[in-house]
């Protein structure tokens, strides 16, 4: 794994193993604590299908992240591993451009864990505010385990490991992005020599291991969930699916919650849309600005056109997204084509992860011996 002629001696310098790919890296994923939803479309996966074709992107399953709430279900989690894995397949993400791996296959991000765990003070860790409302809105606040909060501190090491310098995630990951952001400055500045006020895009030639990622907020960066209050979530049974048929879509938008605004058409007075949560939907999926604009202005004056047309209009929409989405889905619903593709991203995911190891560990005083990891 080492550069000949490079040293395994303990020592506060590093030496890069490969040379810096020009194309920049880009690490992202989801916790498979259920299937995808829409809200990973315009959250993360939209984009992460755009810069496939110009970054180095590496795509993560984070399973066991997903033991933070459901360490009884093992067998659930390994069958979402898969299911999740066909969403973003089925989503665009291609394969013979992007790895796609799991978390548990690549032992770096743990061992970085641990020693990321070192670099932050307990309580910024619990102050983290989506960290918080996690707690509160999967009704954890009570009783959680002691991995719950550490699942932060290990999305700074998915991160870090690949040394990555974009991260396309929605909005509620920004704080867990900020957190990383401290760890690979604090990293950088204790073990590589960084000074302390250097500017965030001279880390690296500054002889800091870690480049400081930027998050890559998708479009729209929280999508309601149907409940019309919280974000939509796989956790929470707010979300519209990938999988689901345009009957189930109908059927699922018939019941969102309108707010103070919901009322029958023709009823007097103006309306704000702006209140109404339906409204997120019709301006995400509706393409035309034009059928935007008249929605919204007929629906303010009460021209003849209430909730009930809008959730029409916005279901059809929403299908005819889905509907290439679900035909692509299909050509993955063998076991053994989605491990292969898992087997080939892990494999990736374990060269990149391991080379920054080797670094962050040099940096560290850490690296003894040298290893290859095979699977
Ligand atoms: P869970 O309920 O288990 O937390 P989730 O639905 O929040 O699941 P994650 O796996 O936590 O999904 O998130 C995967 C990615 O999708 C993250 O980048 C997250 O910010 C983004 N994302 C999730 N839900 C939404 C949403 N409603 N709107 C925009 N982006 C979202
Ligand atoms: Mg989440």
Same mark, same amino acid.
């Given at each position: 794994m080492l550069k000949p002629g490079s040293s395994a001696l303990p020592g506060r310098r590093y030496n890069p193993i490969m040379p810096e790919t020009a194309r920049r890296r880009v690490l992202t994923g989801d916790t498979p604590t259920g299937s995808l939803h829409i809200g990973h479309w315009v959250g993360s996966v939209k984009r992460r299908v755009e810069i496939q074709e110009t970054h180095d992107c590496f795509f993560l399953v984070a399973n066991l992240h #997903?033991?933070?709430?459901?360490?009884?279900?093992p067998e659930d989690i390994r069958r979402d591993c898969m299911e999740v894995v066909r969403d973003a397949l089925a989503m665009g993400i291609d394969p013979s451009k992007a790895s796609i791996f799991l978390?548990?296959?690549?032992p770096a991000i743990l061992e970085l864990t641990y020693l990321f765990s070192m670099l932050l003070p307990y309580n910024r860790v619990m102050r983290n505010p989506t960290l918080k409302d996690e707690l509160k809105v999967k009704g954890l606040e009570d009783n959680y385990s002691f991995g719950f909060p550490l699942y932060t501190v290990g999305q700074t090491a998915d991160i870090l490991a690949f040394r990555a310098h974009d991260v396309p995630v929605g909005e509620d990951q920004v704080p867990h992005l900020e957190l990383t952001r401290e760890v690979a400055r604090r990293f950088n500045k204790f073990y590589?020599?960084?000074?302390?006020? #250097?500017?965030d895009e001279e880390h690296v030639d500054l002889g800091g291991v870690f480049p400081i990622p930027e998050a890559d907020v998708g479009k729209v960066g929280r999508l309601v969930g149907t409940d019309g209050i919280?974000?939509?979530s796989k956790s929470l049974g707010n979300s519209i699916l990938i999988t689901d048929t345009p009957k189930q879509v109908k059927k699922k938008l018939g019941k969102i919650?309108?707010?103070?605004?919901n009322r029958q058409p023709n009823d007097p007075g103006e309306v704000d849309?702006?209140?109404?949560?339906l409204f997120q939907y019709v301006e995400t999926f509706i393409d035309s600005d034009d059928e935007v604009a008249e929605l919204r202005d007929r629906y303010a004056r009460g021209d003849n056109i209430g909730d009930g047309v809008i959730k029409v209009r916005v279901a059809e929409v929403i299908s005819e997204l889905l509907e290439p989405m679900q035909e692509r889905r299909r050509q993955y619903e063998s076991d053994d084509v989605v491990m292969d593709i898992l087997h080939d991203g892990c494999q990736k995911a374990i060269a990149a992860t391991e080379e920054t190891l080797a670094m962050a560990k040099e940096a560290a005083s850490l690296r003894f011996f040298d290893r290859s990891i095979n699977i």
């Open positions: #997903a033991f933070t709430t459901r360490a009884d279900k978390q548990t296959e690549v590589c020599g960084v000074p302390d006020k #250097a500017p919280q974000k939509m919650y309108v707010g103070i605004d849309p702006e209140k109404n949560p």
